[in-house]
């Protein structure tokens, strides 16, 4: 006999755990499936929690959840080849009771929310990948197919959380394909270090950590950032580029993160570390106007598969939190008033996400993946140029301070020009507005 | 003769060799669909797959030998306008496991 459940959740990273959680507590017979071998086994984040997106979730987290460090202090930093300027903040109101952002480790992290999602009365079966959706012949999704023997089961509603390639969804036909200028690959290395060495390094106590975000040379003109984080016992390090410029470019990507380790402003803060996993993963990095159809009969997309990340701030867990938990009470409300899930019925899903931060943030940078997509100066000529600048400024060798600052100027206005100058201010403006 | 994959070729491995797999032996989740001389995405996988998966032969056709994938699905996505690529997830459980991801 093919099983039937309320509601199906593909996926057992933050959105689906987040909505699978959200549907259990609300009584819900709930079937969360997940590929990997334990929740968490296939995915990769730098990784930053919000505390926020989840307190909304599960109020006493802090009690129980896997947590590295809470951050204290964060680093924005532009390279170039030999240097590193940019802004420091660190607060001790950050060491409040409470703490705003943490750095964790996303397999332990996913292991715990999951033991939560089991908890609130989820039935969670790993080791099983979809394969995908049934529909009726009106295309109401009623179900989907897995890889286990006589692996159909039926639902309600489907609530896609299969990450950022989205295959299932992609398949059915239910959204576009992922273009390569929406997606940042992003490479990452886990390097082991002592605490006390760690907390040497940036300054740090009791599980305090530092969060450093770089944008520059490093990515080797291609539009991307870097990161460095720093964990209980490591520090992951990474970097990440639109797919469509690493085509363009050529450039390896893990030749790309070699480069960057060897930065004269990182190489010391990771010396002598011991590297115990590399990683790589696609961040959806598209924005407002990549965001698929996101509900439909029967199917709801939440998370990475529906492209809600906030490349400019970089967010991604918090709107995947946030898409599981409002889908997932979008559900509940439509089972309290007897409501059907169709695709009418569904979209209060949408103007919910519509009129909170999770659109509104996305709407507001809309313009800013094809501003950076296509205007690399900010990613080369800027940092060098600035740096020059910086140099030029503090070296004290004689040269009267009117005529470095008239090097400064000119060497900006040679580089690029009055109206090249006018029109990235002009372009910043626009996509920060 | 040295070509660029070669000089790639040990330090990818030797990344990858911290990693955790259980590969689903006989059963490759990427495969290359020969459609004559290789698009320019296909060729770009050579040195821009993370996992190092893609090398060219001597007949200057590109392979897949997916066992050390991470999964992102690069190649999915460069790939999917010119169908050269077949790419599925590997059956439940198999694949990368990352310790920490």
């Given at each position: 006999?093919?099983?039937?459940?309320?509601?199906?959740?593909?996926?057992?990273?933050?959105?689906?755990?987040?909505?699978?959680?959200?549907?259990?507590?609300?009584?819900?017979?709930?079937?969360q499936i997940e590929r990997g071998e334990y929740p968490g086994s296939k995915?990769?984040?730098?990784?930053?929690?919000?505390?926020?997106?989840?307190?909304?979730?599960?109020?006493?987290?802090?009690?129980?959840?896997?947590?590295?460090?809470?951050?204290?202090?964060?680093?924005?930093?532009?390279?170039?080849?030999?240097?590193?300027?940019?802004?420091?903040?660190?607060?001790?109101?950050?060491?409040?009771?409470?703490?705003?952002?943490?750095?964790?480790v996303r397999a332990q992290f996913d292991r715990w929310f999951s033991r939560?999602?089991?908890?609130?009365?989820?039935?969670?079966?790993?080791?099983?990948?979809?394969?995908?959706?049934?529909?009726?012949?009106?295309?109401?999704?009623?179900?989907?197919?897995?890889?286990?023997?006589?692996?159909?089961?039926?639902?309600?509603?489907?609530?896609?959380?299969?990450?950022?390639?989205?295959?299932?969804?992609?398949?059915?036909?239910?959204?576009?394909?992922?273009?390569?200028?929406?997606?940042?690959?992003?490479?990452?290395?886990?390097?082991?270090?002592?605490?006390?060495?760690?907390?040497?390094?940036?300054?740090?106590?009791?599980?305090?950590?530092?969060?450093?975000?770089?944008?520059?040379?490093?990515?080797?003109?291609?539009?991307?950032?870097?990161?460095?984080?720093?964990?209980?016992?490591?520090?992951?390090?990474?970097?990440?580029?639109?797919?469509s410029d690493f085509k363009e470019n050529g450039t390896s990507p893990y030749?790309?993160?070699?480069?960057?380790?060897?930065?004269?402003?990182?190489?010391?803060?990771?010396?002598?570390?011991?590297?115990?996993?590399?990683?790589?993963?696609?961040?959806?990095?598209?924005?407002?106007?990549?965001?698929?159809?996101?509900?439909?009969?029967?199917?709801?997309?939440?998370?990475?598969?529906?492209?809600?990340?906030?490349?400019?701030?970089?967010?991604?867990?918090?709107?995947?939190?946030?898409?599981?938990?409002?889908?997932?009470?979008?559900?509940?409300?439509?089972?309290?008033?007897?409501?059907?899930?169709?695709?009418?019925?569904?979209?209060?899903?949408?103007?919910?996400?519509?009129?909170?931060?999770?659109?509104?943030?996305?709407?507001?940078?809309?313009?800013?993946?094809?501003?950076?997509?296509?205007?690399?100066?900010?990613?080369?000529?800027?940092?060098?140029?600035?740096?020059?600048?910086?140099?030029?400024?503090?070296?004290?060798?004689?040269?009267?301070?009117?005529?470095?600052?008239?090097?400064?100027?000119?060497?900006?206005?040679?580089?690029?020009?009055?109206?090249?100058?006018?029109?990235?201010?002009?372009?910043?403006?626009?996509?920060?507005? | 003769?040295?070509?660029?994959?070669?000089?790639?070729?040990?330090?990818?491995?030797?990344?990858?060799?911290?990693?955790?797999?259980?590969?689903?032996?006989?059963?490759?989740?990427?495969?290359?669909?020969?459609?004559?001389?290789?698009?320019?995405?296909?060729?770009?996988?050579?040195?821009?797959?993370?996992?190092?998966?893609?090398?060219?032969?001597?007949?200057?056709?590109?392979?897949?030998?997916?066992?050390?994938?991470?999964?992102?699905?690069?190649?999915?996505?460069?790939?999917?306008?010119?169908?050269?690529?077949?790419?599925?997830?590997?059956?439940?459980?198999?694949?990368?496991?990352?310790?920490?991801?």
């Open positions: 006999m093919i099983e039937k459940f309320d509601a199906i959740v593909v996926g057992a990273g933050p959105s689906g755990n987040a909505a699978a959680y959200t549907l259990a507590k609300g009584g819900l017979s709930v079937l995915n990769v984040q730098g990784a930053i929690l919000y505390a926020d997106m989840l307190e909304r979730i599960i109020p006493e987290f802090r009690d129980e959840a896997p947590l590295e460090r809470h951050i204290i202090e964060q680093r924005l930093w532009m390279l170039d080849e030999h240097s590193h300027m940019g802004t420091h903040f660190r607060s001790d109101v950050f060491n409040e009771a409470k703490p705003n952002r943490y750095t964790i939560k999602v089991k908890e609130a009365g989820a039935t969670v079966v790993c080791e099983t990948t979809v394969t995908g959706l049934l529909r009726d012949p009106a295309g109401r999704v009623y179900g989907l197919t897995t890889d286990r023997e006589g692996g159909e089961v039926h639902a309600d509603v489907v609530i896609l959380a299969d990450g950022v390639n989205s295959l299932i969804a992609e398949r059915a036909g239910l959204r576009p394909k992922v273009r390569p200028e929406h997606v940042a690959l992003a490479v990452k290395e886990m390097h082991f270090l002592p605490r006390e060495v760690i907390d040497q390094r940036f300054g740090l106590k009791e599980n305090e950590g530092v969060v450093i975000e770089m944008a520059g040379t490093i990515t080797a003109g291609m539009a991307g950032t870097g990161f460095l984080y720093t964990n209980g016992e490591s520090i992951s390090v990474g970097v990440g580029c639109l797919v030749v790309l993160l070699d480069r960057m380790k060897r930065h004269p402003s990182i190489a010391p803060l990771i010396a002598d570390s011991e590297v115990k996993e590399y990683a790589a993963h696609l961040i959806p990095e598209g924005g407002y106007d990549a965001i698929p159809a996101i509900h439909g009969d029967g199917w709801m997309i939440v998370g990475d598969s529906g492209q809600f990340v906030n490349a400019m701030h970089r967010e991604g867990s918090n709107l995947a939190m946030t898409t599981g938990r409002v889908a997932a009470e979008t559900v509940l409300e439509l089972r309290s008033t007897g409501k059907h899930m169709t695709a009418h019925n569904l979209s209060v899903y949408r103007k919910k996400l519509e009129a909170s931060f999770v659109m509104k943030d996305l709407k507001k940078y809309r313009r800013l993946p094809s501003t950076l997509h296509d205007n690399k100066q900010f990613f080369t000529d800027y940092p060098r140029l600035l740096a020059r600048a910086a140099e030029t400024w503090f070296r004290v060798d004689g040269v009267e301070k009117k005529q470095k600052e008239r090097e400064m100027v000119g060497s900006f206005f040679k580089s690029r020009g009055l109206r090249g100058l006018i029109s990235d201010a002009f372009k910043v403006a626009r996509a920060w507005r | 003769m040295t070509t660029a994959t070669d000089v790639v070729a040990p330090r990818i491995a030797e990344r990858l060799s911290q990693n955790r797999y259980l590969v689903d032996e006989g059963r490759p989740h990427i495969r290359v669909i020969d459609k004559g001389k290789p698009s320019p995405a296909l060729l770009a996988l050579v040195t821009i797959c993370p996992a190092g998966c893609y090398s060219t032969t001597d007949e200057g056709k590109v392979e897949v030998a997916p066992d050390g994938c991470q999964e992102c699905g690069t190649c999915r996505v460069l790939c999917a306008d010119t169908g050269e690529i077949d790419w599925n997830y590997p059956r439940g459980g198999y694949g990368v496991l990352f310790k920490f991801g």
